[in-house]
Nanobody
Framework: QVQLVESGGGLVQAGGSLRLSCAASGRTFSSYVMGWFRQAPGKEREFVAAITWSGGKTYYADSVKGRFTISRDNARNTVDLQMNSLKPEDTAVYYC?????????????????WGQGTQVTVSS
């Protein structure tokens, strides 16, 4: 079993920054692909960013490219999402997810474990 706990969400004005963190259990965290997804009210969950086990490759949705940065610390079993230049359309619940079995890192069904989510609200 893998448990994921997100933190760092909150309310911020447009143009501001937030840093989300996800703490993971599991002795083999360093072998997981880790991702962030988000879901806004009335919308489907969408991919935000992912990072390979080594941190050597990252993936981003076009909507956040250049503004968000995903990183991981395998020694601490954490994965972070630095969000800069936030926009009102970034408002959503953000979920951390772990991909154990492999698969396309940008696809939600490839992920096996999910956190409970943290709310990010960006005011205009």
């Amino acid at each position: 079993q893998v448990q994921l706990v997100e933190s760092g969400g909150g309310l911020v004005q447009a143009g501001g920054s937030l840093r989300l963190s996800c703490a993971a259990s599991g002795r083999t965290f360093s072998s997981y692909v880790m991702g962030w997804f988000r879901q806004a009210p009335g919308k489907e969950r969408e991919f935000v960013a992912a990072i390979t086990w080594s941190g050597g490759k990252t993936y981003y949705a076009d909507s956040v490219k250049g503004r968000f940065t995903i990183s991981r610390d395998n020694a601490r079993n954490t994965v972070d999402l630095q969000m800069n230049s936030l926009k009102p359309e970034d408002t959503a619940v953000y979920y951390c997810a772990a991909n154990i079995r492999g698969g396309i890192p940008t696809m939600g069904p490839a992920y096996d474990y999910w956190g409970q989510g943290t709310q990010v609200t960006v005011s205009s």
